[in-house]
T-cell receptor, first 116, second 113 residues
Framework: AQKITQTQPGMFVQEKEAVTLDCTYDTSDPSYGLFWYKQPSSGEMIFLIYQGSYDQQNATEGRYSLNFQKARKSANLVISASQLGDSAMYFCAMREVNSGYSTLTFGKGTMLLVSP | DAGVIQSPRHEVTEMGQEVTLRCKPISGHDYLFWYRQTMMRGLELLIYFNNNVPIDDSGMPEDRFSAKMPNASFSTLKIQPSEPRDSAVYFC???????????FGPGTRLTVT
């Protein structure tokens, strides 16, 4: 079974609108971390936001927020007020304690296109 | 800080040739990771090191792949002999034990013809 599932291969949004990118995960580990990375067309991987499994509040970083629903094992990324520069691939990833808390498992990614 | 440095950025080689990818992690980081990204398989962890010691190489696809970290500031990923199916973007990433995130290099785009 996949540990990270991103069901949206592609998403379209208009500039200035909010968009939610879905991510569900599968783990039996009580301690884990969830990450979102952005990969623009230039290819680099850019860290966006992190949520720990024991964090009580949803993580926020500027226009990025993580809608963490632990019971449903989902960690959706919400981008508010989309900008043209947000067009990129977005990857959800998880790090589990049982794996030594060092390695990341990535989802397949969601391509986001922001139109004017 | 210059970030994680990878070289070359692009490599085109013929099947059967040896390919060596290089990585310089961020100074002070004690973890180093090699990933491969393809359209079919996404981002896969190949191997990672802690304090220059390989910890998990279960993601290395075949014996044709080998990785070394002779010191804290340098690592190589070697493919010998290379095959067309090795064509991918190879990322190196590093982190410090207290960090939450891994810091990725710009990647090396490998094309094997």
């Amino acid at each position: 079974a996949q540990k990270i599932t991103q069901t949206q291969p592609g998403m379209f949004v208009q500039e200035k609108e909010a968009v939610t990118l879905d991510c569900t995960y599968d783990t039996s580990d009580p301690s884990y971390g969830l990450f979102w990375y952005k990969q623009p067309s230039s290819g680099e991987m850019i860290f966006l936001i992190y949520q720990g499994s024991y964090d009580q509040q949803n993580a926020t970083e500027g226009r990025y927020s993580l809608n963490f629903q632990k019971a449903r094992k989902s960690a959706n990324l919400v981008i508010s007020a989309s900008q043209l520069g947000d067009s990129a691939m977005y990857f959800c990833a998880m790090r589990e304690v049982n794996s030594g808390y060092s390695t990341l498992t990535f989802g397949k990614g969601t391509m986001l296109l922001v139109s004017p | 800080d210059a970030g994680v440095i990878q070289s070359p950025r692009h490599e085109v080689t013929e099947m059967g040739q040896e390919v060596t990818l290089r990585c310089k992690p961020i100074s002070g980081h004690d973890y180093l990771f090699w990933y491969r990204q393809t359209m079919m398989r996404g981002l896969e962890l190949l191997i990672y090191f802690n304090n220059n010691v390989p910890i998990d190489d279960s993601g290395m696809p075949e014996d044709r792949f080998s990785a070394k970290m002779p010191n804290a500031s340098f690592s190589t990923l070697k493919i010998q002999p290379s095959e067309p199916r090795d064509s991918a973007v190879y990322f190196c990433a590093s982190s410090f034990i207290g960090d939450l995130e891994q810091y990725f290099g710009p990647g090396t785009r490998l094309t094997v013809t």
